[in-house]
Every structure is written in C-alpha cells, then in structure tokens.
C-alpha cells in the first residue's frame, strides 16, 4: 500500500519549521534533551520518509519508460511497509498481529541498511545510503510510544506537502532546527544560504552538461542540490543524466553532523553518487575520503558561502601563500586553487572582505584574484538576507572567471531591497540584474568601474612617495656606512658614533614612512566595497559657525516658551488665590 497523502500544505519555512519543532516536543520527552540529539534522530527518520516517497515516484516514472529500476529498499525495509500509520504491519492485521516497530527498526532495519554496500550489486545510492546509517546504530528516542507519535508525525512531511519556494525539505529543516531550537552559539550562515540567492548565483554562474560543479564547504549541500536541478532540465539522454546523477557534484564538509545531511540531501534530489569528501577543508585534513574518490584536481564551476567571522589555526594556513586566521580569505585562496582556466565561479563574501586594505593578507589576496581572474560582477545584497540563518552581516555575491587579469567590474545595488525572517528575499527580487546582465548596462542601481584605470591611477598616486621612499633609501645606506665607520673607530658610546646611527635612523624611518605612504595609497585600489555613485544622498552644507547660530537661536525660541508657561502657571495661581479653589464634584 503507498503511503498516505499528506493534507496539510506548508507554504514557508516558518511553518515547516513549527511542524517539525512539534515533532522535536515529543523528542523533548523522551531522552533527546538537546539539538545534538534529537537533529540527526529526526534526520534518518525524515530521510527513509522521504526515500521511499522519492523511490515510489521513480518506480512509475521508469515503468512508464521501460527501464529497469532497482530500488534501494525492498519490502519489508520501506518506509510503507513498517512506519506508515495505516500499513497493515502497524496496524497489526494478520500475520502481522503483535508488530512491533520499535523492535523491528533494532533487529532488522538498520542492521540491514549498514550492510546494503555489502550486497552483491550494490548500487551507488544504496553505498551511499549504507555510510549514512552506518552513524545510527540506535534510536535515541526512549521508548517505543514516544517512537511511534514521531514516527506519525514524520508521515505527514512529505516533498508534496511543502512549498520549495522558500525550503529544501531536508536542509532547511535542519537549519531551522539549529538555529532555532537551543543551538545559540552556532553561525547558521556556514551551514545555509537561503536558496532564493543560491537559485540567482546557479543561474548567474550557469552550469552546463559536461562541467563538474565544485562545493569546497557545502554545509548541507544547498549549492550543489540547486545546480542539479538547473542542470537537469538540459540532459538529453540517459548518458547526460548518468552523468549528473553520478560524475558530476563534488564538494568538502568539516562538521561531522552536517555531513551526513548534506549526502541525505543530495541523494533526495537524485544525485546517486554524491561526491562529497570529509574533513577539514583548508587544513586538508581528511575524515572520510571515501565518496571523493578519483575527483578531479581542478573543477569547472565553483559555487560556495564560506563561514563568516570565521578564525582558524596555524595548521590551516600552512597550505596558502597568505597567511591569515580570516576563514573567508583562506577559502578565498582555496577557491583560486581549485580553479583553472575557464573555471567559473559565484561566491558569497561579506563587505569587510571586500572593503579592508588595512591587512597584508586581505590585500594580496584580493591583489592575486583580480590578477588571475576577470572578477567582472558584484552584487550587494541588503544586510537582512541571511538574518533567518542567524547571521546578520551585509554580505556581496563576487562572480568571476579565471584566465586574465580584471579590467572593468560590473555592479548592481540590492542593498536597499528590504528583506527579514518573515519576508526572505526572492529571484523575483533579482528580475532587473538579470535584465541588465546580459549587457551588463547601467542604471540607478547599476554602474561599472575601470578597474585597470584605477589600479594605474593609485600607481600614479603612489609614485612620488616611493621616489621619496628610494631617494631616503639611498641615502639612509650612506648614513649606515658612516655611523658604522664611526663605531669601528670610536666606539659605541661615542658622541659621534650616537649622533652618526640618529642621522641614520631617522632616514631610515622617513623611508619606512614614505614607503608606507605608497602603500596605502596602492591598496586603496583593492577597497571593492560597492558604493552606488547614483544614489542621492541629502548633504548638510552648514558650517560650524551656521550650527553655532542654529543652536543658540532654539535656545532663544526654548526660553521664549518656558517664559510663556511660566506666566501662565503664575496667572492660574493669582486666579486661586482671589477666588479659591473650585469645588470638588
């Protein structure tokens, strides 16, 4: 019997998000206290809900055509056959009399699911299937009642049920179960980019059939789930599909509890064989290298959100020419790593990446981007687009591709779009950038900078501090030779030798200085930050002295109204004092 419909439609994460934190209530009473507990409890359930929804639909899909099908689950490991309410094993009907799930799901299921790659014939989905499960070797739910009230309110989330505008059934969920429900030190905006903006950098960066497609911090595989089903559309036969499905989607995932979610989320889109490696990402320290297996050195898109505020260790940076505990700028030097010529790639990074010059590494590695790749688009996105993942900060999506040098970027302006938890931002929000796109054209919230104009311009700037800096170079080196001529025949402590190494010392500082001067001025050309020159702003011309006569003309017209009330205070209690109080009523 196929599981029953669910009649409850959820339109918006929020109330996916209320149905499964009543879920997590039950969870509450037994003995999964904590999000540690009961989030990867209610993902392996959800996962074999959702698995053998998916499997029921690709069974008559591929019947309809004539092709085989080999299904991860037989009978009786599907969800149908032991967790749905109304299947004949729950209900307890016939042979089946005295069922019990809760035993059945200990002595049968998972043992079962943690053998499947050892099957004869495995199939990649039923490997993949087989590590994920390998984690659960229990329930962590404490009694069989308890069990079953999740078991039926899991029955009723199902992909039909839930409105993909805003939600990834499976990722999302988790998102709002980790941000939500007692996990307050957790950044939510490493793990999830709210999919309207993953949909808009899918369609910016476009992946085509054929290309590998390369996530270097998937978090729960948002990326790579949203490229699969723009490149789906575009597969013209069973080879191109094999070829998505199986040799396509790589990516790296540190934390050990996201891990698993992002294969279980993949392997719901479709994607069979999910590419995903296990371990510390800019370390390159491996956990499970397993599914990663014969990827490519270099990959032709990259899509990723790396985590914000992010600081990592010396171990870390040994691997990158720019050493730095900023996570971003490691990741973004571990981006250009895995790129080639032609490598295409969306990224998002928050403003004060873009914007810093005050440090050698942001510098330099920004310096070796625009040097190595033509960074021809940035958007600023509104400082409330990741506010639902826990995350505050203004971020900008950097799109760029490698090969040549960055002459001019392209910028568009969404930071005045108004967005928050209840009101997310959407692709619809997106229609006027991808309009001009194309042409990459100008408006009120558009404009182009020449880059390579500026860089030259800074050069320009910059030129006659390092003259002054070499000039003072050149004859801080004469001062050395003396003061240390004077030291050989003097001595240290001679007045002629001290005021020889002043001399000295202080040409060497006005160098330093000098070339610090040209520095500064150099780097200003990498400040990326967008600043939309139409924007009309209202500036307040008055001079000190006009706010001077500002203020002492209110105070004037304040001391003219406390001197009208106080005449009139004065003139009620004259009126008192004549006539008497009135009369009580």
């Known amino acids: 019997m196929p599981p029953k419909k669910s009649s409850k439609r959820h ?12 879920i997590c209530n039950i969870m509450r009473r037994s003995d999964c206290a904590g999000a540690l507990q009961y989030v990867p409890e209610l993902t392996w359930i959800l996962f074999l809900r959702i698995l053998d929804e998916r499997e ?17 689950l037989a009978e009786p ?3 149908r056959d032991w967790a749905a309410p109304e299947s004949a094993r729950r209900k307890g009907e016939g042979e089946f009399r005295g069922f019990s799930a809760w035993d059945f799901v200990h002595d049968e299921l998972l043992p079962h699911l943690h053998d499947l790659k050892k099957q004869a014939g495995a199939t990649p989905r039923q490997k993949v299937v087989s590590e994920i499960m ?3 070797k229990e329930s962590a739910i404490d009694t069989e009642k308890n069990f079953l009230d999740v078991l039926d309110a899991v029955h009723e989330i199902t992909t039909e049920s839930v409105d993909d505008t805003h939600v990834f059934t499976l990722s999302q969920v988790y998102e709002g179960l980790l941000l939500k429900m007692g996990e307050k030190g957790n950044d939510g905006g490493q793990f999830f980019t709210p999919r309207e903006v993953i949909r808009a950098m899918v369609q910016v960066v476009a992946p085509q059939i054929g290309e590998t497609v390369y996530d270097p911090g998937c978090g729960t595989g948002g990326f790579l789930a949203q490229a699969f089903e723009h490149m789906k559309g575009k597969a013209k036969s069973a080879v191109d599909l094999a070829k998505l499905k199986q040799r396509t989607f ?4 540190k934390d050990t509890h996201i891990y698993p979610i992002a294969l279980l989320n993949l392997v719901l889109h479709g994607i069979d064989e999910p590419r995903i490696w296990h371990g510390n990402t800019l370390s390159k320290t491996a956990v499970s290298e397993t599914l990663f297996q014969g990827a490519p050195a270099f990959f032709d898109v990259v899509l990723m959100n790396p985590p914000f505020g992010g600081k990592e260790g010396a171990e870390a940076q040994t691997h990158y020419e720019y050493k730095t505990n900023a996570t971003q700028v490691l990741f973004l030097q571990n981006v250009l790593q895995s790129m080639k010529k032609d490598s ?4 998002v990074l ?11 590494a942001h510098v330099k590695t920004k310096r070796k981007l625009l040097e190595e ?18 995350a505050g900060v203004k971020t900008n999506l950097v799109f760029f591709t490698k090969g040549k040098a960055t002459e001019r970027i392209w910028y568009y302006d969404l930071a005045d779009v108004k967005v928050g938890k209840k009101t997310p931002m959407t692709l619809a929000q997106f229609k006027d950038f991808f309009d001009l796109l194309p042409t990459r054209g100008d408006s009120e919230q558009s404009w182009t900078i020449d880059f390579a104009e500026r860089v030259q311009k800074t050069l320009d700037d910059a030129a006659p501090h390092r003259a002054q800096a070499e000039a003072s170079q050149g004859e801080a080196k004469g001062l050395e030779a003396e003061w240390r001529a004077a030291k050989k025949k003097h001595g240290a402590d001679d007045s002629a030798t001290r005021a020889a190494f002043d001399k000295w010392n202080t040409k060497a500082r006005e160098a330093r200085e000098a070339l610090a001067k040209a520095e500064v001025v150099e780097n200003a050309a990498y400040d990326l930050k967008a600043v939309n020159p139409n924007r009309v702003t209202t500036e307040d011309r008055r001079t000190p002295t006009d706010l001077l006569k500002e203020i002492e003309m209110r105070g004037q017209e304040a001391d003219a109204a406390l001197g009208q009330l106080r005449a009139l205070l004065s003139a009620g209690e004259s009126i008192v004092e004549a006539y008497g109080a009135p009369a009580a009523r």
């Open 56 to 72: 029921e639909s690709e069974i008559e899909n591929t019947k309809a055509l004539g092709i085989a099908f080999t299904p991860t």
């Open 77 to 79: 490991f599907r969800w």
């Open 373 to 390: 790749c033509d960074v021809w688009c940035i958007v600023s996105l509104a400082g409330g687009v990741f506010t639902a993942a826990g």
């Open 11 to 22: 339109g918006s994460q929020q109330s996916v998000n209320a149905a499964v934190k009543g």
């Open 350 to 360: 928050d403003e004060g990446v873009l914007f810093r010059v005050d440090s050698e």
């Open 344 to 347: 295409r790639c969306g990224i």
């Open 250 to 253: 790589f990516g790296r995932e």
């Open 134 to 136: 390998a984690r659960v």
